[in-house]
């Protein structure tokens, strides 16, 4: 009996350091998409400006760097882009110059 009791405290202490273990992970998560999500902030301001003459360019960037949200149950949350056609001035296969 006392072998029974030691297992089941072993199992329960087992089960609150994974719970633990996955509290800490979320938290990390959470703490790196935020700090995602202001470096792709900061590389849109940077980046935007020059895509401005390129609206097809431009909805090309938003839909690269958008980010999507995780909710619980394990979907994605995502808005949908409208579609952008470029117009006959702008070359396709030409990316806009960034100055250096």
């Keep these: 009996m006392r072998a029974d009791a030691d ?9 609150a350091r994974e719970e633990q273990r996955r509290i800490a992970a979320t938290l990390g998560l959470a703490a790196e998409s935020q700090r995602g999500g202001a470096l792709v902030r900061l590389l849109d301001a940077l980046v935007e400006p020059s895509l401005r003459p390129h609206p097809f360019r431009a909805a ?3 839909k690269a760097t958008r980010i999507r949200s995780f909710v619980a149950g394990g979907g994605a949350v995502e808005l949908p882009v409208p579609a952008v056609t470029p117009p006959a001035s702008e070359p396709v296969g030409e990316a806009p110059r960034i100055a250096a």
């Design 60 to 62: 090309e960037w938003r």
């Design 7 to 15: 297992a089941l405290v072993k199992a329960i202490d087992t089960r």
